[in-house]
């Protein structure tokens, strides 16, 4: 594997404002910062395309398992392919859950759950300002 993508505070938040990121974009990416429920751009958003990595463009999941989870945060059943996300125990907020992060940048993007649908199981709960959606 690769060594993760390094830059400094100054430089995302630069790179992320040259994309026309969401505000919250570096705060959420950079900071674990969680976006309201029902806010996000993606939230409901079913067209088909690929949904990356707003820092460094990394395929993160495929529209084909992305699911109305009714959490208000966009949600998936699977990574586009394995390895593409980065697991780690979260205790923030006196509650122990799985954080997800790009594994190519470290980006913060949201939450897996064991309470998804068939045939994985996972809820991938991202909050859409960690995304850029590219269209097929």
């Given at each position: 594997m690769s060594a993760k993508i390094q830059k400094t505070d100054a430089e995302w938040k630069a790179l992320l404002t040259e994309k026309g990121a969401e505000p919250v974009a570096f705060n959420v990416t950079r900071?674990?910062?969680?976006?309201?429920?029902?806010?996000?751009?993606?939230?409901?958003?079913?067209?088909?395309?690929?949904?990356?990595?707003?820092?460094?463009?990394?395929?993160?999941?495929?529209?084909?398992?992305?699911?109305d989870a009714g959490c208000g945060w966009p949600s998936f059943s699977q990574e586009v392919k394995e390895g593409a996300i980065e697991e780690h125990v979260d205790k923030a907020h006196g509650m122990t859950r799985t954080e997800t992060v790009c594994a190519n940048c470290g980006a913060h993007l949201g939450h897996v759950f064991p309470d998804g649908p068939t045939p994985t199981g996972l809820r991938y709960c991202m909050n859409s300002a960690s995304l850029d959606f590219k269209p097929r």
């Open positions: 900071h674990a910062a969680t976006e309201r429920p029902f806010t996000g751009k993606y939230e409901d958003n079913y067209a088909e395309g690929t949904y990356r990595c707003i820092c460094c463009d990394a395929e993160l999941f495929d529209s084909s398992t992305k699911f």
